[in-house]
């Protein structure tokens, strides 16, 4: 997706990540590998826009998806390196979340 980014950098980080389906979806794959269901029950949306943000994010390079050639089919979702590499965002945010929450 590279070749239609903004020039800003936080414009960039907004396109890839900019809604809460995706920081939600990337809060929870930072602990480790998830299946769809575990990250529906833990997110609180519905499938299609679970379907519709993990697409995303994986075409972005963000995450990765596994099949599993089993009856009934097995699908898990972890993050790639680079997707890895958010975490310090994440966790300045949740700082500041806390901070907020605290006044």
């Known amino acids: 997706m590279k070749k239609n980014?903004?020039?800003c950098p936080v414009a960039t980080f907004l396109t890839l990540v900019g809604n809460k389906?995706?920081?939600l979806i990337i809060r929870d794959l930072l602990?480790?590998?998830k299946r769809f269901k575990e990250l529906q029950r833990s997110i609180g949306c519905s499938q299609k826009?679970?379907?519709d943000n993990l697409?995303?994010?994986e075409k972005n390079g963000l995450i990765s998806r596994k099949v599993y050639a089993e009856?009934?089919?097995?699908?898990?979702?972890s993050m790639t390196k680079t997707g890895n590499s958010i975490s310090p965002v994440l966790d300045s945010?949740?700082?500041?979340?806390?901070e907020y929450k605290k006044r």
């Open 93 to 98: 945010i949740a700082k500041w979340g806390t």
């Open 5 to 7: 980014l903004p020039e």
């Open 49 to 51: 826009v679970l379907t």
């Open 31 to 33: 602990s480790g590998t």
């Open 21 to 23: 389906w995706k920081i």
């Open 55 to 57: 697409r995303e994010l």
């Open 71 to 77: 009856v009934p089919p097995r699908v898990e979702y």
